[in-house]
Every structure is written in C-alpha cells, then in structure tokens.
Nanobody
Framework: QVQLVESGGGLVQPGGSLRLSCAAS????????MGWYRQAPGKQRDLVAA???????KYADSVKGRFTISRDNAKNTVYLQMNSLKSEDTAIYYC?????????WGQGTQVTDSS
C-alpha cells in the first residue's frame, strides 16, 4: 500500500512558477513509476509528466520545455517544477504511483490562474 500526499498548489499569475511535491509513504518507493496528472473542470484527467523507476521521463506536448518532473528516492518524493505557467494549466494536479497492476492516487492539489 502506498499513500500519496500532494502539496505546493496555489494561485499563480501567467508566466509564474510553482513546484508541486508528492510525498509517498510505504515501501519500495524507488520501484514505482511516478506521474503527475491534471484534470480541469469538465475535462478528463490527463497525463502531464511521468518518471520511471530508472529516471526516464516523458511529458505531454503541452508542457514540454516548461515543466520538469524529478524524484528523490531518499525522500520518497516526486516533484513537478512548473515554469511559464499559462491560464490553460489551471487544474487539479494529481500524483500517481504505478507498479505492475497497482495504481495509487493522491487527493490532488489545485493550481489556479490568478489573473
């Protein structure tokens, strides 16, 4: 069992930056692929960025060059650095841990355009 707790969301002006964190409890964090997803009102939940247990990353086209996912296995934490934020980045951001047939989700953290 893995529990995920996101933090770092908030109000941000277009062009600003935020760093989201996802702290995981449980065993074998380093063995999990970790991802950040987001869901805007009325839309489906989509993958934003993911990082494998080996450190390979992938990004949605809409965030490439602006967002960076990273992980610190010693701290059981995955991060999402978001730069050059746009109004269309407004959404609830969810952390995901995936391994074999198991998927775990956090409760989400809200990122909102303050303009």
């Amino acid at each position: 069992q893995v529990q995920l707790v996101e933090s770092g969301g908030g109000l941000v002006q277009p062009g600003g930056s935020l760093r989201l964190s996802c702290a995981a409890s449980g065993r074998a964090f380093s063995a999990y692929a970790m991802g950040w997803y987001r869901q805007a009102p009325g839309k489906q939940r989509d993958l934003v960025a993911a990082i494998s247990s080996g450190g390979t990353t992938k990004y949605a086209d809409s965030v490439k060059g602006r967002f960076t996912i990273s992980r610190d296995n010693a701290k059981n934490t995955v991060y999402l650095q978001m730069n050059s934020l746009k109004s269309e980045d407004t959404a609830i951001y969810y952390c995901n841990a995936h391994r074999l047939i198991s998927d775990y989700w956090g409760q989400g953290t809200q990122v909102t355009d303050s303009s």
